[in-house]
């Protein structure tokens, strides 16, 4: 398994949860799971470090990062900006196919169990929605940034409260785009965004 792979899996793993804020990464234990020698181990947890899902404690050993407060509320502005400016244009495309595939994604999330599929839901439902934009790159940027809140899916597991405001959030946008109110669609989906800010300054509880 080469530097790319590791640091892949790894990332996945910090950000589905099952590797938590605090764990330290020991190359060696690292380098016997994945079957290669601590080189590709030194560089994927380099590159790990570099995008800061990673800190450098003072022994000199690694652990997984935390989002600050500050850094949750600015992954949430920075979110909300693109997102919004993504539904903005997308809203007069916005067919009754597409609001009636939002609202079957949203019940099914209701109902979900497992955290990867709840996220999987959760993307497909924001997707849909802003899809008619036909602005690639924006989509990509957007998709990108949602995995950084990717462990707020484990704060919502099914039949929480937690779980009932986000069906709640999301009815709400969809309603708003089926009346065609953009001021309302753009300020649900921003009120929508503090929930996941929420959860993820809770990371540390």
């Known amino acids: 398994m080469d530097t790319n792979k590791i640091a892949t899996a790894?990332?996945?793993?910090?950000?589905?949860?099952?590797?938590?804020?605090?764990?330290?990464l020991k190359q060696e234990?690292?380098?016997?799971?994945?079957?290669?020698s601590r080189q590709p181990v030194r560089q994927a947890l380099d590159?790990?470090?570099?995008?800061?899902?990673?800190?450098?404690?003072?022994?000199?050993?690694?652990?997984?990062?935390g989002l600050t407060d500050e850094q949750a509320r600015e992954l949430a502005e920075i979110r909300a900006a693109l997102e919004t400016m993504a539904l903005r244009a997308a809203l007069p495309m916005l067919g009754?196919?597409?609001?009636?595939?939002?609202?079957r994604l949203n019940e099914d999330l209701l109902e979900e169990e497992d955290p990867a599929?709840?996220?999987?839901?959760?993307?497909?439902f924001h997707r849909t929605l802003y899809g008619p934009c036909g602005n690639a790159r924006l989509l990509s940027m957007i998709d990108d940034l949602r995995g950084e809140s990717r462990r707020a899916y484990?704060?919502?597991?099914?039949?929480?409260?937690?779980?009932?405001?986000l069906h709640a959030e999301h009815r709400a946008i969809i309603e708003a785009c089926a009346r065609r109110d953009e001021a309302a669609a753009?300020?649900?989906l921003s009120d929508h965004l503090q929930l996941t800010?929420?959860?993820?300054t809770r990371e540390g509880e």
Do not use: Y
């Open 154 to 165: 484990l704060r919502q597991p099914k039949g929480s409260d937690e779980r009932v405001i």
């Open 96 to 103: 009754d196919r597409d609001l009636r595939k939002a609202f």
């Open 117 to 124: 599929t709840l996220e999987e839901l959760d993307v497909a």
């Open 10 to 24: 790894l990332r996945r793993e910090i950000e589905g949860g099952s590797l938590p804020p605090g764990t330290v």
């Open 197 to 200: 800010t929420a959860h993820l």
């Open 186 to 188: 753009l300020q649900a």
């Open 47 to 65: 590159r790990l470090l570099a995008s800061g899902l990673v800190d450098r404690r003072p022994d000199r050993s690694l652990a997984v990062a």
């Open 29 to 36: 234990l690292l380098a016997g799971r994945f079957g290669v």
